[in-house]
């Protein structure tokens, strides 16, 4: 050790500390507006983006609460010119259709996304997932095009079954890709208990891994298939409607989007009014059916 | 090694298992195969009579058979490049809000509104933006763009309320939710340290956001991406508000047609094989340019979040 080592350096004049700030001032006031305003911007963003939403609800209420009514549910559709009436056929097919597009989807949905969780490493896997996400940027018009073509050319009418399969090939990726989701994040120690205890793969899969993951499962694909009942372009040219009361699956069938749709365009002032009213319904039904199937997933978890 | 003989154990019953979990997930190539192969099948007829005029005849008209598909390619893409014009500053504003500024509090009331208005059925915007947004733009908005900004040709002839502007802006309102989701994401998984250095070095909280945002854009560019093929498929609102006019018009308050709104409005109606054709072969475009702007996007927002956000959240 030298002396010198701890001499100050003579050499540099220090007048300000090297970390202060020697930008002008005008800099720096320009900079502090900035910040200010493009922050506040940013907030201002968010709330003008928020807004559309409160007023969507807003109207959606106010102009639908009038006409719910019990009538609306299990009435028919009066003929034009009529007052009143309901859309008891439409929401009925509605739930038909998605039905019928839900028992396609959710067990083919649910085993490829289990397949892509438990065993998707290779390829194969990444290309199926590579084309649900494909199928999921579809879109829903093209595939109403497609199932028109499937099923109501060879079948020669309109029928709820083309409806219900355009839907499935709608709610086949969301449930494809959050259901692998979901099984990937049962944690890896319950595989490895299993199949210490001596249990084959598939068991661990379907005896552990699934009823652990079953929950989560069930609300993401409920999402999916509350999604697609809200669908109105593939329906249009499949299922197509019908003004009368019909539960066969050959046949048009009413579906509450269709109606809504018909019912905004049409000249009179009853049957949009009604349109709004089915437009709250639709919304409450697309809703509760996920909360009310989350609801119970819970209960028979907890017993 | 005890495994190895566990997994035996099980042997083909686990073959059996995993085929037929793999024969369900090769199923999402079938559906895809029978979406092309029908949409394809069904455009044939016009493919082989009209053949390539088809995107750049501006005539419609069934009855003399003449097919020309220009007005909805181009209603399509200025309703869906003007819906990003509005959403794409105020989506990613939204995304800087609720990634960098709001507290987790108000972050989560935010996202969680997002997540409503993702789940609203597009009839539904589309009703709103018929009864409501289009008296409004009617008597307020339109009136008062033609007097002010009446001298771009943008902004002139009447104000009829439903138009391209409508079909805009409930576009912006629809795919916002996407852009503000994966964009606030993406911001999410930028390393702490580049703020936190950058705010070192006497950044202001404004510039330091600036510099996430930089490191963000290859993941922002994926979500406006991702929005864009959103608004161009979109079928129900547009068609309800867009006011279904053959006709190319360079003033936003004039009623136009989409792609996907000649097809729901004409589809049921369509006589005549190469009507029908015709109007497959719509969607056939369609189809085309939505899988490319959407494999477009994925790769972006894959690459940007090194594969941890994919598609199931995007959608």
Known sequence: MTPAAHAPPAAIAVERAPWEDRTPAHVRIARAIWNRVAIGACVAAAAVVVLPLGLILWHLIAHGLSGLSWEFFVSMPKPVGEAGGGMANAIVGTLIIVGLG??????????????????????????????????????????????????????????????????????????????????????????????????????????????????????AAMLAVARAAGETAPLLFTALGNRFWSVQLDQPMATLPVFIFDYARAPYDDWNRQAWTGALVLVLLVTVISAVLRLTVRRIQTR | MNQERVQRRGGSADQVYKGVLAAAAAL????????????????????????????????????????????????????????????????????????????????????FVMELLAAIPSIVYGIWGFFVLAPWLRTFIEPWLIANLGFLPLFRGFPFGIGMLNAGIILAIMIIPTIVSISREVLLATPATLREASLALGATKAESIGVALDAARPGILGAIILALGRALGETMAVTMVIGNTNRISLSLLDPGATMSSIIANEFTEATGNLYLSALVQIALVLFAVTIVVNALARALVHFATGGRRDAAGAA
């Open chain 1, 102 to 219: 839900a028992a396609v989807a959710l067990p083919v949905g649910i085993a490829s996304g289990v397949y892509l969780a438990e065993y998707g490493r290779g390829r194969f896997a990444g290309l199926v997932r590579y084309t649900a996400d494909l199928l999921g940027g579809v879109p829903s018009i093209v595939v109403g095009v497609a199932a028109y073509g499937l099923v109501v050319l060879p079948m020669g009418r309109f029928s709820a079954l083309a409806g219900g399969i355009a839907l499935a090939i709608l709610m086949l990726p969301t449930i494809i890709r959050s259901t692998e989701e979901i099984v990937r994040l049962v944690p890896q120690s319950y595989r490895q208990g299993a199949l210490a205890l001596g249990a084959p793969r598939w068991r661990v899969t379907q005896q552990v891994v699934l009823p652990a993951a079953r929950s989560g499962i069930v609300t």
């Open chain 2, 28 to 111: 999402v190539f079938v559906f895809v195969a029978l979406i092309v192969y029908e949409v394809a099948r069904g455009a044939e007829l016009s493919i082989r009579t009209i053949g390539w005029k088809f995107l750049v005849q501006t005539e419609w008209d069934p009855v003399a058979d003449k097919y020309g598909a220009l007005p909805y390619i181009y209603g399509t893409l200025v309703s869906s490049l003007l819906a990003l014009l509005m959403a794409v500053p105020l989506g990613i504003g939204s995304a800087v809000f609720l990634a960098e500024i709001a507290s987790r509090r108000v972050g989560s009331i935010v996202s």
